[in-house]
């Protein structure tokens, strides 16, 4: 406070008490974007680490594929039969080929280079470069290398749209996949919810519901910046997402919970594909017949709103 009070003095010997208030909103303004800036370098710095394991983690057990499985069972309902598909922050690719493979052609943009370097691999790999036209460095909020009314479809998946922590930047970013959609046609967006959070802090790390600029900071405004464990993001009510994309007179198609009534529940969801096969199928069943209810969007690690422009 002290080396503030200075500052507004120094401020006005220099500019006189007219531009005095003028001069610190722009300080304010500096220091909010440095702010905002470093924490989308702190995404990339965490993703960049992460690697590999952000390609693992969506098969690397039952559990976690029901947010991809869940994700492609949606993907079969609303995407059109051909086109071109922009991913979004795809990261290392996996949705991006499988895509491919279902004879899309694909475009994808993501911030970390680390991530393109692995898809790049993958998709040789997997055999589908003809399929995807470009993979461009680049964030979600500046899609400014494509033309209006450019996509087939549009997914942002994974909790990409979360990690701009800044409400303006989400903001322009919805903006900017809405923009380079083509009329009619479908999008989706994924995040990460913000009541699952809550429980996670209660099932998983109890100590840090102490933690003001954690567990409150999260409860009450859903930002969450760095520092312990996971990259900077903001977590999402069900209700917050619906209503920026309404506000745009977007229709909503769909809400769905990825994980549905089994969030948090990895052990048993895993133990019961391992031991109890039959059992896992009629769950399977029951989970795509509930995870478009209400709560189980609100409860789920990931929920995703499936649109139409």
């Known amino acids: 406070m002290g080396r503030l009070a200075s500052l507004g003095d120094q401020i006005e010997r220099d ?3 007219k531009n ?21 370098k702190l995404v990339k710095k965490y993703y960049q680490e992460y690697g590999i394991k952000e390609w693992k983690r969506l098969i690397q057990d ?11 069972h949606f993907f079969k309902k609303y995407l059109p039969k051909k086109g071109l598909i922009l991913d979004a922050g795809g990261g290392p690719g996996r949705y991006t080929i499988e895509l491919a493979k279902l004879g899309y052609n694909v475009v994808l943009l993501d911030l970390t280079p680390e ?9 040789k790999k997997e055999k589908v470069q003809n399929k995807v036209k470009q993979i461009i460095q680049g ?3 500046n899609l400014s ?4 009314n450019t996509f087939d479809a549009v997914i942002c998946l994974g909790g990409t749209l979360s ?11 919805i903006d900017e996949l809405i923009r380079v959609t083509k009329k009619n ?3 989706f967006i994924s995040v990460i919810g913000r009541l699952a959070v809550l429980v996670g802090e209660l099932v998983r790390f109890p100590k840090e519901i102490e933690i003001k600029e954690v567990f409150q900071r999260i409860r009450d405004s859903g930002d969450y910046f760095g520092g312990y464990g996971f990259a900077p993001c903001h977590l999402y009510l069900p209700e917050e997402l619906e209503k920026s994309l309404k506000k745009r007179k977007i229709k909503v198609l769909q809400m769905v919970g990825l994980e549905g009534l089994a969030t948090y529940h990895p052990q048993e969801t895993n133990q019961l594909v391992k031991k109890h096969p039959k059992a896992w199928k009629i769950w399977w069943e029951t989970h795509l017949k509930t995870c478009t209810h209400p709560v189980a969007v609100g409860i789920s690690e990931h929920f995703m709103i499936i649109c139409k422009k």
């Open 115 to 123: 991530l393109l370097r692995i898809a790049k691999r993958k998709i």
């Open 139 to 141: 964030s979600i909020d």
């Open 62 to 72: 039952p559990y976690h594929k029901l947010e991809f499985d869940t994700t492609l």
């Open 163 to 173: 990690h701009l922590v800044n409400k303006a930047k989400r903001e322009k970013a």
């Open 15 to 17: 500019f006189g008490r």
């Open 20 to 40: 005095q208030l003028a001069v610190l909103f722009l300080i304010k303004l500096k220091v909010k974007e440095n702010f905002y800036f470093m924490t989308k």
């Open 145 to 148: 290398m494509f033309e209006d």
């Open 185 to 187: 046609a479908p999008f």
